[in-house]
């Protein structure tokens, strides 16, 4: 009998099904303005925020993160990669780290 441990690494292994069937012309479209907008947004807002201070001193963004999960979310949904415990997950590492270094 595995543990509990084993049993939730078991999830990560996937279920083995096919790939889903292309997308359409105007699927593509809409995925092309979707990441078109949300990456100008994000670096809109890294534009805005480049010179504020906090506590003296300079105030940082890195979005171009959350610009790149943006894109895989318009356009692979339902791609593994993009599946919340695996967006979450990784956000969570990668906060923890920069928590850790800085």
């Not at 994000?42 to 894109?71: C, H, N, W």
């Amino acid at each position: 009998e595995s543990g509990c441990g084993a049993r939730y690494l078991q999830k990560f292994k996937g279920q083995k099904l096919q790939p889903p069937a292309g997308q359409s012309w105007k699927a593509s479209g809409i995925v092309l303005v979707g990441v078109f907008l949300s990456v100008l947004l994000m670096s809109g807002i890294d534009k805005l925020v480049e010179d504020e201070e906090y506590r003296q001193q300079p105030l940082f963004t890195r979005m171009a993160s959350f610009a790149a999960v943006a894109a895989m979310l318009f356009s692979a949904p339902t791609s593994f990669f993009v599946q919340p415990r695996n967006i979450f997950g990784a956000h969570m590492i990668a906060a923890t780290t920069a928590l850790v270094v800085d």
